[in-house]
């Protein structure tokens, strides 16, 4: 999905955008038709995050894409025969449980009311949520600051609920994806767009909003990313362990996250990154 200029949203429009995010999603993979596919390898991720999961023309890039053809490949699949789908945050669950993907390697947090529905393997990489805000605001300085401030986040993920939580009664915008915050953030719609470091940080080193937006710097979470896959697959989930730890060992790991977060300037926070793995369950 093209980040778009979206200035004052009806209701009804920010259905409909959110309904269009839907429609094109799952359907719209990566490998330009050729029909049947049926042994492609069909890995959910997000479009629209830079140095994570982005998609542009048939070329895809990030953190996320690296990670999942490296442990596609250790599972048996080859990068030719990866369909990488959109996973918006809200669908993920539902793209994993009904078969449509294989697995998710999509900014996806582990938490225990997603692990209700589907199965993770990882961590592969832990993040934390800070703020996004225009870079001559200096009125937010953390979640602390976000009283009266009208604030913007995607359904169903763990970045809108945690600022419910963390600061009862926010004017909390909610949109399908982080593409359509950044453009509501920038138009003035929202004051701040709340997500993980990681996602912040790839939109404000993007050419067209350097020196017009930056990252406050306040992380307020843990976000351990796992790679989903259908509930109770405990051998997929071994092989996606032991393939991660290749990763790291081997230091593609690091290749990758120099390769994808280097140019944001990200800095990993060392003291959590590389992660363990959690034994699967
Ligand atoms: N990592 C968080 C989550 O899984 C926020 C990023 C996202 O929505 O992909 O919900």
Redesign the pocket.
């Known amino acids: 999905m093209k980040i778009r200029q979206i200035g004052a949203l009806t209701a009804a429009s920010v259905l409909a955008l959110g309904l269009a995010a839907c429609g094109d999603s799952a359907k719209d993979g990566g490998t330009g038709g050729g029909g049947g596919g049926g042994s492609k390898f069909k890995v959910g991720i ?1 479009f629209d995050q830079p140095g994570m999961g982005l998609k542009k023309g048939n070329d895809y890039t990030g953190l996320d894409v690296d990670v999942a053809t490296y442990v596609a490949n250790e599972l048996g699949h080859k990068a030719g025969d990866i369909q990488w789908v959109q996973a918006p ?1 809200a669908q993920r669950e539902t793209l994993i449980s009904t078969g449509q993907v294989d697995m998710v390697v ?4 582990i938490n225990d009311k997603r692990k209700a529905t589907v199965s993770f393997a990882g961590p592969y990489f832990i ?1 934390g949520q800070d703020l996004l805000i225009r870079a001559d605001d200096s009125s937010i300085t953390g979640p602390d600051s976000l009283t009266g401030k009208k604030l913007c986040s ?1 359904t169903g ?3 809108a609920e945690n600022v419910k939580k963390e600061v009862p009664g926010v004017q909390l915008q909610e949109f399908g994806t982080y593409s359509e915050c950044v453009a509501a953030l920038v138009s003035k719609g929202v004051d701040a767009l709340t ?2 470091n990681t ?1 912040l940080a790839g939109y404000a080193s993007q050419d067209q909003y350097k020196g017009k937006l930056k990252v406050v710097g306040k992380t307020f979470s843990e ?1 351990r ?1 796992g790679i989903g896959i259908k509930k109770g697959d405990t051998a997929t989930c071994d092989k996606i362990n032991t393939a991660l730890a290749k990763m790291i060992s081997s230091g593609e790991w690091q290749k990758a996250i120099d390769k994808n977060l280097g140019p944001a300037g990200f800095q990993v926070d060392k003291s959590k990154n590389p992660p363990k793995q959690d034994a699967c369950s």
């Open positions: 997000k945050s999509a900014t996806y947090s993040a995607v993920s763990t970045s997500t993980d996602i976000e990313y």
